[in-house]
């Protein structure tokens, strides 16, 4: 079949794209598509706002249900749904729908009714024709997937509608494009017939897609094709259409590559050139097979090199290039030459430039560039290596290194492997380049050495290329070990350096064979020179290959001359002393150690041919331990002892010769080579003294000795220890040698106990004189630690000790000194005690070594230790005390107070400190066991009383350390005392009570050994007591204490303070009443101390003693109580306060008034120890009320006549006790009381008590007195909470809380009753309204507070008078009932005449609540009340008592009528008047408020006369309505309103209510002024005459009221009263009020201004001849 017979089938017809809607074949079916379809789009839209799963499920299943039916009728629904496409204004969602739930039907099995597929075929390719927007994409592309979908049953159909729309010179639509490009993927056999047609078309399309979109279509298209065209010819037995060779595909695509290459790749799009790009490679593949195009192909190198400097990805470009170089390979046709240089040019700077930041793949990139090199080494490969020759003539290091890397490539090329020819070509440019010094360069180079071998081209790196890299590696290790600080970047670089040294150097020793013996020499010289450790372990391991390839290749030769085997070595014994010390660390560097025993093993025929045998037994077992260990879980000393092991076993075998000699000598020579500290250092000496004390020649090892005593560094403390070991373990062999080397080298330093030059030897390291010293001392007596014992008798005490002891007196004797001195003793008097049958050795050194040592002690600090220096001392002591002779008595009790003192004063270290930890640790030991050695030398009645007063600060230390060593020390001596002497010891009278005292809380503490200790040291003090009273314990007593010590044992808590109590009891009886007074002072004293438990102890035995001996202490309470108070406060926990209070109490149930008495005289502010004990007190009630009564009465004393005591009762009862104390023990009791004792008989008298007391606090604070006790009285300022009116309102309300009246409570709280009493101005109207509130709610107690407050009232104390005054209930009825009310209005009328201000206010206030209380009697005294309240109008005017005048006035006049007021009406309004201006807000305010109430009482005889005084009024009643106080503004305002009504004029009264507002307020100003304009024209202007001196006032808010209030009356005044006004004297009043600081009042004057000046111009207007 031809492509035109193909394009001849049957499809739609060309009309069919027109078609027009069909009716449905069953309308049922099309509503119930509909209907899903309706649900599908509702699901969209849900979806797309809510975000739900709900909305999808029901769009799934809607789309179920439709596909599911199509399974039983597939063209009803088929054409049901076409319908639907077909419906005018159809949704985008929708028709996307309707497109996949058809592309679902068309996939499922079945036939579909042809005329129907015709009429989708025909929609769907209308559809993806349409314009392309937004949706327009959408619709296309599900349009054009179900076209596709149509294509696996229909082909024939939609290709001829596709080839339909696909004509000649004429563009396409894109979608067409596209679907062509899916069907050809999908239908590859089906569309090979048309692919001819199609490429053609499309190629004639090419000139006409100018849109980048159209043209990206089409380069996806062709990429598409080409694929096709590919899977097509690669599976042509599959096909049952024509075939079509690939020539005749080549042909066909070649114009169209040119057309891309040459035209569409020029356009400035990227897209474009990204799709056009991408499209050429599956083009190439097609085309570059053709030997007839492939020479075409490449005339377009060029313009894709071009591209590289464009924005397009250079991935893709390198690409394409890759596959033309590659296929010019495979085919043997080389690029032309004159194209070599561009794509040399052209890859190479992608190469050795950096990639742009747009580049996303420039690693890929560089991988297909390296792919394009290696494809031009094998076609070009003399012109590329004379390319990259040229480029390393740069000295640019990125050049370098790029080319460096591509030579790499080329080396590494898989098969074929690169000829011969190129791999030399490439190591002469290599070679040019090895000079270079730079970093990256020389990591290049290196790897390329290294690829060579890989490669197998290690014969062509023989020579230089093991030379560079020998270099190499010393030249970075020298750097790496000589590296600055400042110069971190460049030690990173050298590191990198060094790694890939090391890794050619793997790869060169694991892959070359027969290498030179140069290379060999250069390893083994890098590990006995390096100091860069690091690397030791790879070049070990290659040493090893190396050696084992040397050995095996000389077997062979050995085989054929019977030569030995071996390698060539340097010195064997500097080989093994470098490998020794190295291992001793063999986990450094990647695990060395296994890799030098290995190669040792290697080497050992070499090193030690009598070795070799031994070494390969031992070695592998040294390799398996370090096997089966890490750097984590080896152990130092375990190695260490095995290397010395294996060292030890290695010199056997050459016993009789000198090579451990002159091993010696290699490890001497290889010390320098260390840093120290380090284990290898520390090893190094180790094993130098090891092998010296093996040495056959005596004067060798001095030689070596002395030249190591010369080069030691003794400021260092590592060199120096291990030259101290070196010497000790040498004297094993070499003791005489030993002593003579350091007696040589002492002469030889030439000491002077003046002048010690011994800097003058060392120039590198000046040693310090006591350095040399300390470290001469320690040799001496290490030498004595090793030596042979017989020959130790011999020299210890000359030369050792004699010369430590010089050596140290001679010094400045600092700590490093001290220590070292320390440590030879020790050592000296170890190695003594270590020999055998010493009974008559006797050591002639101790006393003057015992005199060093005690005085060293003395200067230790006592309460620190910062060093071992204590320890080491105390240790040697004990030492020399076990060696003869021995010490004395009186050389033991000096030893023993020294070492207590030194030792037991040291605090424990803290955790973090395990040093310090150590160090207390061992001196606690090294004190035990001196101890031990000394007590037994000091016992006597002295030496006990002198124990004891040593460990009594130690037994009370709040550590339990050191309570623990001082209890068991004091129990060692007391047993050795009591073992040694008896009991028969003499003690002071009442010194037991302290003795026992001081150890009684210790049988509580909290650990065992503690209590147990403790209890016998009471026992054996219980003893001595006896024996010193002649008395015996009964057999119950020592029953009794027998089972206490059993409990003590115990861990029970409560078991062992009841233990420690029933052993208090049996003491008690034992001791007298002096005893029993120090016992319990000093248990009192031991109260804080330890802790709570000893504390507890104290107390319990305390109260034990008391309940037993009360009766009997009666002259010894104040005592007693004394010693109780004073140690309270320390008590912290609550249990002890408890029972010490109970103490307190005690006393006081036989003591009463003394222990109050003392309480109240304890200063303030109450403590927490005294709060308890009065809390103590307030938990037995009756007790309390007592104790309430006597500090009512002390406090009622302060204001009653003071009398004379009868009585030693009465001298307590009255003693100076502090008010402010007494007051806050009334507080603590009311408030700790129990709260359902009411305290309702004592509520009366303590409101009035504590009234009283307030009162008298409103002066200054009255200071507490100085009262003379045994106590000292703190006299610094309490604190503010602490005062008498704080403390005062806080025990009323607690009084009140008490009442359980929550409505009471809530009340005061309420109308702050309590804030008002606090505030020395509102204090009196608090106590009015607390009156006022009692009054009305504690009913049952009127008659006693009446009757106390009228006896304030008759006072002669003015603070009581005053209160009483404001507590006066004339608000209330209650007086009136009580028959009360004549009494005290007589008081309040004498209280208005009175001097002081206070009294006067409060009984104007008390009058004026009369109207209140006693309304029906305001007539009956009406004539007293208007009197006194006038009067305090007048002159001079008190702002308080005036404005309580005026506020009593306003009362009083509520409940009068027009006629009782009389003449006193006019009197009180012209007052009311004269205030309305007052400076005063309060008495402004008050003034508004009693002319509103006149108003208010005004009748028919008043209203004319009150009129008049209303229009008197009404300008600054205007005016003040904006007063600053917004009290009497809104006061003001509302009198105002009260007097519209004496206007007259209805329209005014029916304005709005009172309101401040300015707004609201001009509104009524402009209508009133309107009015008046209307009716009285003069009274407008007369108010403007009145207002004007308002522009004056203080005020800034008046002068702005009275501006805006003149502009208001100015702009409604009439044209006759316009020509009065006096306009240059208005103009200069407002214009003087624009220099006022206020901005209101400016902008104010401002506006009146402009009205004066509108007014102005209308009285021109209106005559012309006037002038303003």
Known sequence: MTEAEAGSNEG?????????????????????????????????????????????????????????????????????????????????????????????????????????????????????????????????????????????????????????????????????????????????????????????????????????????????????????????????????YPVMTEDQFAMKLFPMYRYFVTVWLRNHNPEVKLGVIKSLKPMLSLLLPNDDLRDQLYDYIPLLLAEYRGGLEALFVTQVLRQILEMSVITSTPVPQMQLHTIFTELHVQVCAKAPAQQQHSSQNLAEIVHCFIALARSYPKELMKFFLSQMEMSKEAVRVGTLTLIRAVVSADEPRMNVRTICLAIRVVKNTLSDSRFKVRMAILRIIGQLALSGYQDRIKGWGLKYVSVQLTLSTYKLTNRRESFYQRDLEEKMVHKVTMDTVRIITSSVSGMTNEFWLRLLCYIMETDYTEALTPICISLTNLAERQLHTKDVEASVASKSRHVDLP?????????????????????????????????SQSIAPSMADMWELEIPLLVKYLEEHTEFTWNQKTWEDKLVQF?????????????????????????????????????????????????????????LLLDLLYKTDYGNDFDREGVILCFGLCARGQVKTVLNVLHDFEERIQESE?????????????????????????????????????????????????????????????????????????????AIKNIKDLEDFEFAQKMTLTGIIIATI??????????????????????????????????????????????????????????????????????????????????????????VHLLEKWILSEKEGEREKAINLHLRLMRIYVQSIGVCIPLKLGQIGTLVGLIAPCTCDSHTRTRMASMDVLSSLLDLHASQTCSSWGPSKELELAKSKEDLQDLDVEKIFNASSRI???????????????????????????????????????????????????????????????????????????????????????????????????????????????????????????????????????????????????????????????LCTVYLLIQKMDVDDKLLDLFPDLVYTLLLQLSSSQGPEAVSPVLKTWRLVHTGTLPEEINLQRITIKSMQLLFRRLSSEQLVHTLEEQGVWALLQGSSTFLRGVGLLARICVRNVGGYRQRLSELVLRGM?????????????????????????????????????????????LRVLSLRALGNMALGAPKKVRQYRKLLLDKCLGSLREPVVISVTSEGMEALAKILAELREG?????????????RAFFDNESELLRLKAFVLFGKLATVVGISKKHFFKEEVKKAWVPLMLHCRDPCSEAAQACVTTMFQCVRFWGWKSLENCPGPSNTSEEMTVFQIRLCSILTQKKPAVLYSFLLEAMPYVNSNLPRIRIAACDLAGIIMNHMSAHHLKKLDFPTLRNSFQELQLDSDLGVRRAALETLRVLDTCCQQQLLASPEGIC
């Open 12 to 240: 739609p017809s060309e009309e069919t794209e027109d078609l027009e809607p069909l009716e449905p074949d069953d309308r049922g079916t099309f509503q119930q598509v509909t209907n899903l379809l309706d649900i599908m789009d509702g699901g969209s839209a849900k979806t797309d706002t809510a975000g739900g799963t709900g909305p999808d499920m029901r769009k799934t299943l809607a789309s179920v249900i439709i596909t599911e039916k199509a399974t039983v009728e597939p063209s009803v629904v088929m054409n049901a749904l076409i319908r639907c496409l077909q419906v005018p204004e159809i949704s985008t969602q929708r028709k996307v729908n309707i497109y996949n739930i058809l592309q679902e039907i068309i996939q499922q099995e079945g036939e579909l009714e042809e005329h129907g597929v015709q009429r989708l075929v025909a929609i769907a390719s209308k559809e993806m024709r349409e314009n392309l927007e937004m949706e327009g994409y959408v619709k296309a592309e599900v349009a054009s997937d179900t076209l596709v979908a149509l294509s696996r049953n229909h082909f024939s159909m939609v290709m001829y509608e596709l080839q339909h729309h696909l004509k000649p010179l004429n563009l396409t639509d894109e979608f067409v494009i596209i679907t062509l490009a899916k069907l050809a993927d999908g239908n590859v056999f089906e569309f090979m017939p048309y692919m001819g047609i199609t490429l053609a078309t499309i190629f004639t399309m090419l000139r006409l897609a100018n849109e980048a979109k159209m043209r990206q279509a089409i380069c996806s298209a062709m990429e598409t094709f080409c694929e096709t065209v590919q899977f097509y010819l690669k599976h042509l037995e599959g096909s049952v």
């Open 571 to 603: 010195a064997p014994q500097k080989l093994l002393a470098r490998l020794l010390v190295l291992m001793s660390s063999p986990y450094k560097g990647e695990g060395r150690g296994i890799a030098m025993l290995n190669l040792l093993r290697t080497l």
């Open 647 to 703: 060292l030890r076993n290695s010199l056997k075998k050459t016993r009789g010769s000198n090579w451990s000699l002159r091993l010696s000598k290699e490890l001497n020579n290889q010390i320098e080579s260390f840093d120290s500290p380090s284990l290898e250092k520390g090893f190094l000496y180790r094993a130098l003294g090891f092998t010296l004390a093996t040495g056959l020649e005596a004067d060798k090892v001095g030689v």
């Open 754 to 830: 003046q002048s010690w030059q011994i800097g003058a030897w060392r120039k590198d390291h000046p040693w310090r004189r006591e350095s040399v010293k300390g470290a001469l001392m320690v040799m001496y007596s290490c030498v004595a630690l090793y030596c042979h014992p017989q020959m130790l008798l011999t020299h210890v005490d000359n030369p050792i000790t004699t010369k430590i002891i010089h050596h140290y007196s001679s010094s400045c004797q600092d700590i490093c000194l001290k220590m070292a001195f320390m440590k030879s003793v020790a050592q000296v008097t170890n």
């Open 858 to 947: 003395k200067a230790e600090p006592t309460d620190s230790l910062v060093s071992p220096v204590r320890t080491m001392a105390i240790e040697a002591l004990s030492h020399l005390s076990s060696l003869k002779p021995f010490y004395s008595t009186e050389e033991n009790n000096e030893l023993m107070d020294i070492s207590i003192h030194s030792v037991i004063s040291l605090q424990p270290p803290t955790e973090d400190n395990e040093s310090i930890q150590t160090l207390y640790a061992n001196a606690l030991q090294a004190l035990e066991h001196l101890m031990e050695g000394l007590m037994q030398r000091q016992l006597d009645p002295k030496g006990l009383q002198e124990m």
């Open 1064 to 1222: 208090a009891k049996v003491v008690c009886l034992q001791f007298n009443c002096d005893e029993v007074v120090s016992l319990i002072q000093k248990l009192c004293e031991n109260i804080g101390a330890v802790g709570q438990r000893h504390d507890k102890a104290s107390v319990t035995w305390i109260g034990t003693f008391l309940q037993m001996r009360a009766k009997e202490l009666e002259d010894k309470v104040a005592e007693i109580l004394g010693a109780i108070l004073v140690h309270l406060p320390v008590a912290d926990h609550p249990e002890v306060r408890r029972l010490l209070i109970e103490g307190v109490l005690l006393l006081a149930h036989y003591h009463q008034e003394t222990v109050l008495t003392s309480l109240l005289r304890q200063p303030l502010p109450m403590e927490s120890h005294l709060t308890e004990v009065w809390l103590a007190v307030a938990e037995n009630v009756p007790f309390a009320r007592t104790m309430l009564c006597g500090l009512m009465g002390r406090l009622q004393s302060r204001f009653t006549p003071r009398v004379n005591a009868t009585s030693k009762a009465d001298i307590w009862r009255l003693a100076a006790v502090d008010p402010l104390m007494t």
């Open 1354 to 1398: 008759n006072s002669d104390v003015l603070s009581c008078c005053v209160s009483s005054t404001a507590v006066c209930f004339m608000s209330d009825p209650m007086l009136y009932q009580e028959k009360l009310l004549k009494p005290t209005v007589l008081m309040l009328e004498k209280g208005v005449d009175h001097d002081d201000e206070a």
């Open 1460 to 1472: 009782d007021v009389g003449s006193s009406f006019g009197i009180i309004s012209e007052q009311c």
